[in-house]
């Protein structure tokens, strides 16, 4: 079976040292960065944009997989890859003709990704799973980092890649919100390809050791 990836979610990093967080996160077995973009519309909160982006690229070294919490995300697209991304996830509630968005961001090269929140119920992606690289289940409801993991998830990650095997696709199911020791085994177990993890990881003593817990955990 594929390896589980962990993906450190740089919200929670230390801004005043962005630099030295991204090494941490480029020597450790992290797989991926995930970066969230916030409007302060979307979502009710603004994280950081473009210029920050810049810099975390230049000296992140795994895959950039960005997760964009905007409104009408097409007039980004070009801009994120551009910048580095190499997946750009939009959400399934901001995109009014998905389609043409997931294809807009295949044709710039990037992996394509849809983000669900935790009332969006998966049967609205039965038409374009086989499109998408990547459907990121929010565990929580975006805005912030440091909430609480939501149960329910459990469940719709099961019914996600009941989804997948009948469409015989290829798309990773990736986890984001309230991850940590104690559910990373139970979401892989439940069909999970990839967790995000924020505070767990940023907020621990020993950060890559934390990763390196979680890579464990999720591939034993
Ligand atoms: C929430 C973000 C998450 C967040 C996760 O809106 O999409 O990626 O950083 O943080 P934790 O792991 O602290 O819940
Ligand atoms: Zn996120």
Redesign the pocket.
Known sequence: MASKLIAP?I??ADFGNLQRDVEMVNSSEADWF?I?I?DGVF?PNISFGMPVLKAIAEHASKTIDV?L?IVDPDRYIKTFADLGSNNLTVHFEACTHLHRTVQAIKNEGMKAGVALNPHTNINGLEDIITDLDLVCL?S?N??????SFIENTYQKIEALKELIDKKNAATLIEI????NDRNAKKLVDAGADVL?????VFKSEDQAATISNLKSIVNT
Do not use: E, I, K
């Open positions: 979610s919200l929670a995930h969230d916030m979502v997760h919490m929010m929580v975006p805005g912030f980092g440091g909430q984001d919100g309230g991850v995000v993890a924020g505070s767990f």
